[in-house]
């Protein structure tokens, strides 16, 4: 009986850890990113306010490796432009894994409003 209450505790404390790690996972492996639109963020693309290419672009180098298992490891990612703060706005970014290819980031705009912008990007 000692024996059965002390396997159920184990497997049990086992099925905690595993899934506080995959709520961990999820919540660190998003891609999906809220800026305020600022006057240190903010540019114009096309005569409409933009998120600037340098914020989308370090969001983006951030969150797209976030843990070890989660996405490839990228550097010296570049946006072409501002991305523009109108929903369905979209700019391709682009990146260099660790063996040097190179790779394209599809970013676009979720959501939009006066002071804020919603935007993911495709790992």
Known sequence: MQRSKFAVGVIGGLAAVVALGGLGTYLFSGTESTSRLDDYSTTSVDGHKA????????????????????????????????????TGAAITCTGTKSDGESVRIPVRVTKAGAHSVTWTFER
Do not use: D, E, F, M
């Open 51 to 86: 998120l600037a290419a340098s914020i989308v672009a370090g969001r983006t180098q951030s969150k797209y490796h976030p843990l070890p298992w989660v996405g490839s490891k990228v550097t010296s990612v570049t946006c072409p432009s501002g991305l523009k703060a109108v």
